[in-house]
């Protein structure tokens, strides 16, 4: 089936612009969440939404950044009036659910250049 | 919240060598590590995971062995390969859900 998808793959844009980057899980998952991952580092926890639960927004660096997601599909990470250390791949995952230890499966990523 | 640290940031190994990475974990309440693969240029992958009620699993050339009371988990890989060389990242599940990521490993294998 259909792995977890984002869009766009690349995203260029100037400074002070904003910005929105889609994911979509795969169907029937319930846990769907949002990394930074800055060149040649580790992955940086955002976002997580579990069903219909409040997200945990706990991992969003500044109140530039918010994320959205429509039931158990659709999400979008918005980074508005974009900085340029905000360049870096934002991965989204996806898994079976978030209340039970389960394989987190990763989109191929948006890579986010700010200039 | 858990804070997940990967020792050493790089390891090279001799291909058919065997490669060791350690983690340690600060939450006692942690009860999933999973460990992700990450060639270059693509997403993160499962390749291994343990739960807290276990000490050792194994999956052909890679196993990884948890020691609770010590809070460390370690990803052994034998008779490596080329295909190998990648960055490994260690996690650990939190109370809530989450997973605390360690900062990767890039694993070298010289031909």
């Known amino acids: 089936g259909a792995g977890v998808s984002q869009s766009p793959s690349n995203k260029v844009t100037e400074k002070g612009k904003d910005v929105e980057l889609r994911c979509d899980p795969i169907?029937?998952?319930?846990?769907l969440y949002w990394y930074r991952q800055r060149l040649g580092q580790g992955l940086e926890f955002l976002i997580y939404?579990?069903?219909?639960?409040?997200?945990?927004k706990s991992g969003l660096p500044s109140d530039r950044f918010s994320a959205e997601r429509t039931g158990e599909s659709v999400s979008t990470l918005t980074i508005q009036r974009t900085q340029q250390e905000d360049s870096a791949v934002y991965l989204c995952?996806?898994?079976?659910?978030?209340?039970?230890?389960?394989?987190?499966?990763f989109g191929p990523g948006t890579r986010l250049t700010v200039l | 919240g858990e804070n997940v640290e990967q020792h050493p940031s790089t390891l090279s190994v001799q291909e058919g060598d065997s490669a060791v990475i350690k983690c340690t974990y600060s939450?006692?309440?942690?009860?999933?590590f999973p460990w992700y693969k990450q060639e270059l240029g693509k997403r993160p992958q499962l390749i291994i995971d343990?739960?807290?009620?276990?000490g050792e699993k194994k999956d052909q050339r890679i196993a990884v062995t948890l020691n609770k009371t010590a809070k460390h988990f370690s990803l052994h890989i034998t008779e490596t390969q080329p295909e190998d060389s990648a960055v490994y990242f260690c996690?650990?599940?939190?109370?809530?859900?989450?997973?605390?990521f360690g900062k990767g490993n890039q694993v070298v294998v010289i031909p």
């Open positions: 939450d006692s309440a942690s009860n999933y």
């Open positions: 169907s029937g998952h319930t846990a």
């Open positions: 996690a650990a599940r939190e109370g809530n859900n989450r997973l605390a």
């Open positions: 939404f579990q069903g219909n639960s409040a997200p945990d």
């Open positions: 995952a996806s898994s079976s659910s978030g209340t039970t230890p389960n394989e987190q499966f």
């Open positions: 343990i739960r807290s009620n276990v």
